[in-house]
């Protein structure tokens, strides 16, 4: 069975920076063509794609965040990193991390529950 | 940047066909994928690469992309069916998530 879990501060106040971890099982980041991304959902709003990590270290990032953002993986822990610098009122919103499939063409196949997080002063 | 549009919301009565539609420029050179979500849950995979349905989705999900348009077409609708559905393209380097139709059943 694969799952994975986001986790996270729930609270936060602007300017700081967010860091939220993707712990997974049931699959291995180290196989070819595998990656774990994450999308974030505002409150009522649509998804929005933010970066995705590859088996092999390769990283894409969202044109838009591409300066605020970074993505690492720690394969031994079956962790991958978000972090997310100067976070504003408006980046309230369900973080969610999924697997990027071998066999989808891009697609996200398996999602995690997501972890709200507020940022409010 | 690259934008993606569906239809704000789509009602269809049970049994009959749903078609949700998801619009941008050459859309039909990228790979498509939709998401169906319901209130409070994680969005799950339907359609990947266009037209493939995952194990486990019915077979009354489908698709398809050509030129500027994708289409997900759910053939006799049930009740279970009303969720949030979201197009989602690909072309290698990024991800791009369409603004979400809401599929009523009615």
């Known amino acids: 069975q694969i799952t994975l879990k986001e986790s996270g501060p729930t609270l936060m106040k602007p300017t700081q920076t967010l860091t939220l971890t993707c712990t997974f099982s049931?699959?291995?980041?180290?196989?070819?063509?595998?990656?774990v991304g994450w999308i974030r959902q505002p409150p009522g709003k649509a998804l929005e794609w933010l970066a995705v990590?590859?088996?092999?270290?390769?990283?894409r990032y969202s044109p838009s965040l591409k300066s605020r953002l970074t993505v690492t993986k720690d394969t031994s822990k079956n962790q991958v990193v978000l972090t997310m610098t100067n976070m504003d009122p408006v980046e309230t919103a369900t973080y969610y991390c999924?697997?990027?499939?071998?066999w989808g063409e891009g697609a996200f196949d398996i999602w995690g529950q997501g972890t709200m997080v507020t940022v409010s002063s | 940047s690259y934008e993606l549009t569906q239809t704000p919301s789509v009602s269809v009565s049970p049994g009959q066909t749903a078609s949700i539609t998801c619009s941008g420029d050459?859309?039909?050179?990228?790979?498509v994928c939709w998401y169906q979500q319901k209130p409070g849950q994680s969005p799950v995979l339907v359609i990947y690469?266009?037209?493939k349905r995952p194990s486990g989705i019915p077979e009354r999900f489908s698709g398809s992309n050509s030129g500027n348009t994708a289409t997900l077409t759910i053939s006799g609708t049930q009740a279970m069916d009303e969720a949030d559905y979201y197009c989602?393209?690909?072309?290698?380097?990024?991800?791009?998530f369409g603004g979400g139709t809401k599929l009523t059943v009615l």
């Open positions: 989602q393209a690909w072309d290698s380097s990024i991800w791009v």
């Open positions: 050459k859309l039909g050179d990228k790979y």
């Open positions: 690469q266009d037209s």
């Open positions: 049931g699959f291995a980041l180290n196989t070819s063509g595998v990656g």
């Open positions: 990590i590859y088996w092999d270290d390769d990283k």
């Open positions: 999924a697997r990027r499939s071998n």
